[in-house]
């Protein structure tokens, strides 16, 4: 287990990555041209494509208190239908740079993040045997990043599994693995190298324990900085990410199905027709079992915890 110091430098670390921010940037907006990811926002810019967008907004214009849940609540059902004008929309630019000032905001990206990305990326490394707070940093940065999945194969493939080679070795060839595969991807993918440099230089170094002071792309990282309040930051989420819910018309699609045989592998019944790959009635029933059976937000959503607790 890490410690709190632990966990909030690893954090950090994403945070330059993402905002240039030991804390983060609350309310950053960004949109790069061909991320696929397309309108990103927060303290580790999470992306309107994925579906995750909507899940934090939901959680802020839940909160009691929130300042802008009324401004920003008419614009719930388009963001959950990625409607691609919101990119570009200045109204709402406006009230998510806005509601990044809000105290309440704070609080909800934060335990959202947590929940979304930080509790999948512990999860996920366990799963495999990575235990050090920087190979769990390098687990964290792919979740936020994306492709955590498809990089994991892939370093498996070309070198063997952490069982294999051992923590160390295994997070060098991954981090190595995910560099070139940054560098081969479509503008503006290339110019997110640095987080790879980055973690390549702390493993140079033997910052395993992730011990402080810090120092990440020219940013110290120290007890006081972590106090604070709290580049490129283009998306490298795989198309099989989205976030999966009941919706009209349903959702298809092979990511579908392998929700579905994960739920079918849970001993859940997802409905007369099996693993079809078509999000009905009796999936989001099975969801929501699954979801309260392991003490989830039971939503019917498929979104980064639900699918990490699957083992998706």
């Not at 397309?38 to 909160?63: D, I, P, V």
């Not at 614009?75 to 004008?85: F, K, T």
Request: net charge neutral; proline share 3%; aromatic share 8%.
């Amino acid at each position: 287990m890490l410690t709190d110091l632990q966990k909030r430098t690893a954090q950090a670390i994403v945070n330059i990555f993402e905002t240039s921010q030991v804390c983060g940037d609350y309310g950053k907006v960004t949109l790069l041209k061909g991320d696929k990811g397309r309108l990103t926002y927060g303290r580790s810019q999470t992306t309107l494509s994925s579906g995750n967008l909507f899940l934090l907004l939901t959680a802020y214009c839940e909160a009691a208190g929130a300042m802008f849940a009324a401004a920003l609540h008419p614009y719930l059902e388009r963001v959950a239908d990625l409607d691609s004008s919101l990119d570009t929309d200045a109204a709402f630019r406006g009230l998510l740079r806005d509601s990044g000032e809000d105290p309440v905001m704070h609080a909800v990206q934060d335990a959202f993040f947590d929940r979304a990305y930080w509790m999948p990326a512990t999860q996920s490394a366990s799963n495999v045997g990575i235990a050090t707070a920087l190979g769990v940093a390098v687990v964290y940065d792919s979740k936020v990043h994306g492709s955590w999945n498809a990089m994991r194969d892939r370093t498996d493939r070309e070198h063997g599994s952490v069982k294999d080679l051992g923590e160390r070795a295994w997070i060098g060839h991954y981090v190595a693995e995910r560099r070139a595969w940054l560098v081969s991807c479509a503008d503006p993918l290339p110019r997110t190298v640095y987080r790879m440099e980055e973690f390549a230089g702390l493993i140079q170094a033997a910052k395993w324990d992730l011990f402080l002071p810090l120092r990440v792309r020219g940013v110290t990282i120290d007890k006081e900085a972590l106090q604070g309040r709290t580049p490129v930051r283009a998306s490298a989420e795989a198309d099989d990410e989205r976030t999966l819910r009941l919706r009209t018309p349903a959702m298809r699609g092979s990511d579908v199905a392998s929700l579905q045989r994960a739920l079918l592998g849970a001993a859940i019944t997802v409905g007369p027709d099996g693993a079809d790959g078509i999000f009905g009635v009796g999936t989001d029933e099975a969801v929501r079992q699954f979801q309260q059976r392991r003490g989830l937000k039971v939503d019917g959503v498929v979104g980064p915890a639900t699918r990490a607790a699957l083992g998706l």
